[in-house]
């Protein structure tokens, strides 16, 4: 069984972005050199999220829209969370409706995707630099 | 270690539906010949989800109606995702909260399932065929 | 390839719970004696969860009361689900929102986590033991 682990990080300059890693996640599958395993691409940081959906910029606004409305920031003393100092409570509920990791098929040594799935970075607390892990295992 | 890939092909003939896969899935598991290992399953779109919960039919459409209010398709004007010509951005929401895939334990050559644990494809934006990749890893 | 294959139990004594359950995830993944591989945590149950986010109790009250927001307990008539006797429907729509299961890669013989992430069983319909399957496979 081969295996490759590597660490993805990102720094954004605002609260929230969304950030395409499909092109950083394929390199490391050429590097792995597996053939036929799984790909498990995951969120270190618990306000954060990875997920897959499509590359379409409006698609992108409405998802940042539509999580303030499930889970709003303000006023940030409606959560519990925030009284330890914090401010990112909301942060915190948005990355479980986006979900923390993917877990992606290798087949004949490529991601094996439908023809419009990407995979993006979603950051719901950022101007930190903040980890996503990659492992791959397989032959 | 032994591998096994399939896609599977779904065409629904409304917007959105509920299919259970259960048994489709069983069928791969058997073919794989895999005794322990990881059983991978996931929609290859990006408005349908594969998910796992219980095969009741009150349950399906309390999902469909309560995901309605969560993402409503009208009015499709209320989506940036839908000024790109498509009616769509709704079911990529639906999809977020449903997920797009399951990995499932295989025991002794089996899902290594709970009693009411059953999968089905979510399909958010139907009327056309689409692909569920099964993937499965193990010896 | 090795493998190992064991079932966590749980009887919490409300309807809704969230249990810390890393220790135990972590005493499976030295047990295994796998080094390099992936470790798959996942309700058996279908009004069950296991996510992973931060130990901190504030931030579990604001999750117990969001999802009870997005999917109301009560009035109990409100889901067909809940006509065949049940009463737990929103059970079954709140363990989506948090999720199945998790996949965590395990490195150098340990889960490899963020400064951050602890897993968690989340129950939404207590009051009788069930299941939490933990499979690790890799070498």
Redesign the interface.
């Known amino acids: ?1 081969k ?1 490759l ?1 590597e660490y993805l990080i990102f720094e954004v300059k605002t609260r929230r972005a969304f950030v395409n890693i499909t092109s950083d996640v394929k390199k490391l599958v050429t590097k792995s050199k597996v053939q ?3 790909c ?1 691409v ?5 306000t954060a999220s990875v ?4 590359n ?4 992108l ?3 940042e829209k ?1 999580l303030e409305g ?2 709003p920031h303000a006023p940030t003393t409606q ?6 100092g914090e401010d990112n ?1 909301d942060a ?2 948005k ?11 290798i ?1 004949n040594g490529e991601l ?6 990407e995979i993006f970075y979603g950051e719901f607390d950022g101007k930190r630099p903040k ?1 996503v ?1 990659v ?1 791959i ?3």
């Not at 995951?42 to 618990?46: P, V």
């Not at 094996?112 to 799935?117: A, L, M, T």
Request: proline share 2%; glycine share 10%; net charge negative.
């Open positions: 069984m295996s682990t036929e395993g799984l498990l995951n969120a270190m940081h618990i997920f897959i959906n499509d379409e910029g409006g698609l606004h409405d998802y539509w499930l889970a959560y519990d969370h925030n009284k330890t409570a915190h509920l990355r479980q409706v986006m979900g923390r990791e993917v877990v992606i098929a087949t094996d995707f439908g023809p419009w799935e980890r892990l492992k295992i397989g032959e």
